[in-house]
């Protein structure tokens, strides 16, 4: 193990709830592997992948008090959906608590929920390991989205966000501007 890693792993089993800390190992390793298979830095990976949802341990409320105290600017529409805030916020402690300077691993985790267009190859392994680890319960056309995480990371996307969004209006949830240009983006790198 690398330096610091364990105790990285033993803060985050403390902060996180147990079915969160699985996932969150889950990620991890799940995007170590991606990145050995498309030539990106497995270390800077697996510490993204632990860190991705380090901050996914609050309720609303908190999210929009804790990003307030912290200095975390809150969108109009993260005011509405408090839990997406848990990205720039875990970010934020990834810098802050966890002492992670790497700009590369601090956007993987800012837009590991709503993904952004044109992503770096990191932030796309971490979007995709956050959705097809092994401990993820099975969504439409997993089998598919896990074979092209190793193999066509565009395809991939737009597999995901059709999934999503789909997810997201059957449940008449509202959609950030974001995920849907993120979708249209990558809708347009397989056309
Ligand atoms: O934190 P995780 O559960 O591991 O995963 P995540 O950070 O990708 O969050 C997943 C949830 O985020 C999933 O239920 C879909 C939701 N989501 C993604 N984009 C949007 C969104 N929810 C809303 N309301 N709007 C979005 O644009
Ligand atoms: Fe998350
Ligand atoms: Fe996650």
């Known amino acids: 193990m690398k330096d610091g890693i364990k105790e990285l792993q033993v803060l985050l089993k403390d902060t996180l709830d147990e079915d969160r800390y ?18 990106a830095d497995v270390d800077k ?7 991705h949802d380090c901050a996914k341990c609050y ?36 810098k802050k608590k966890y002492g992670v300077d ?25 979007y995709i390991a956050d959705y097809i680890e092994p401990g993820r319960r099975v969504l439409p ?3 598919t989205i896990r074979a092209l995480a190793f193999s066509n990371l565009n395809k991939c996307m737009v597999l995901i966000l ?13 959609i950030d501007q974001i995920t849907n240009d993120t979708y249209e983006f990558y809708k347009k790198q397989v056309s």
Do not use: W
């Not at 990976?45 to 860190?51: I, N, V």
């Open 102 to 126: 790497d700009t590369e691993i601090l956007s993987s985790i800012t837009y590991h929920t709503t993904g952004r267009p044109d992503m770096s190859l990191l932030e796309l392994i971490i």
């Open 141 to 143: 056309h997993m089998e």
């Open 59 to 94: 309720t609303n409320d908190e999210y929009l008090q804790i990003c307030k105290e912290e200095g975390v600017p809150i969108s109009v529409f993260e005011y509405e959906n408090p839990f997406l805030l848990h990205a720039k916020l875990g970010a934020h402690y990834a």
């Open 22 to 39: 699985v996932h969150t190992i889950g990620v991890a390793y799940t995007a170590a592997s991606m990145a050995m298979c498309h030539g």
């Open 162 to 174: 059709e999934n999503t969004i789909g997810y997201l209006k059957e449940k008449n949830r509202p």
């Open 45 to 51: 990976a697996f510490l993204a992948g632990l860190l």
